[in-house]
């Protein structure tokens, strides 16, 4: 089941520029999963190393945050939209 993965610019080094990628995943877990086998090195910028997702990071599927879903658990299908999108903080 193939999911696009919308990658933000300051991940895109790893994926060599791709701003999506497809990916096969059930899961978000799973889907980080694939994601560190294909694009090494992605995974510990997303996950802590209890394999928590980092507190700086959002992801949406299909416009809907996961920590209001199943967390890393939430089920993925065929057709859906996983946007990976990082906190921005700062400012005055």
């Known amino acids: 089941m193939a999911i696009t993965v919308r990658i933000p610019t300051a991940l895109r080094r790893i994926t060599q520029g791709q ?11 799973e889907l980080i999963d694939k994601l560190e086998q294909e694009f090494p090195g992605i995974k510990e910028r997303l996950v802590d190393e209890s394999g928590e997702i980092r507190k700086f990071v959002n992801f949406f599927v299909n416009d809907e945050d996961i920590r209001f879903l199943q967390g890393k658990d939430t089920p993925l299908k065929e057709g859906d939209v996983v946007s990976i999108i990082p906190a921005i903080a700062g400012g005055k």
């Open 19 to 29: 701003g999506e990628v497809q990916v096969e995943a059930s899961t978000i877990a």
